[in-house]
Each structure stands twice: as structure tokens, then as C-alpha cells.
């Protein structure tokens, strides 16, 4: 059986890192950078390819 992620577990902002913008939790890549690449054609297999840390999860979360 699948595992079940909670979406909302998956972004988090703190005023501390990368300005108090939108990140993948556990990262300092921010929502607005894998938000970029989608909307140039990147898909999220591709993204992924970039930033091999990332999930499937995380991506299309962002």
C-alpha cells in the first residue's frame, strides 16, 4: 500500500531562511524557483534531474 504524505507538511516558511519565502520543507529551494522552471517547460521529472534531493512529492507540491 502506498504511503499517505501530508501536502501541507510539504512547504513551510520562516523568517529566518531565504526570507520568510515559500520553501520545500527541509531545503532552502524555494516555491518561486521550482515555480520558474515549471512555467519555462520543465517538467517535474526534469526538475527533479536538477535537484536530485528533491521527491516527486516536493515538486508538485510546489
Known amino acids: 500500500m502506498p504511503t ?3 501536502i501541507g507538511t510539504l512547504i513551510i516558511s520562516t523568517p529566518e531562511t531565504c526570507g520568510n519565502r515559500s520553501r520545500i520543507a527541509g531545503t532552502k529551494i524555494t516555491v518561486q524557483r521550482i515555480a520558474l522552471w515549471y512555467k519555462m ?3 517535474p521529472e526534469e526538475i527533479i534531474a536538477e535537484i536530485p534531493h528533491l521527491n516527486l512529492a516536493q515538486v508538485h507540491a510546489a
Open 41 to 43: 517547460g520543465m517538467k
Open 4 to 6: 499517505l504524505t501530508d
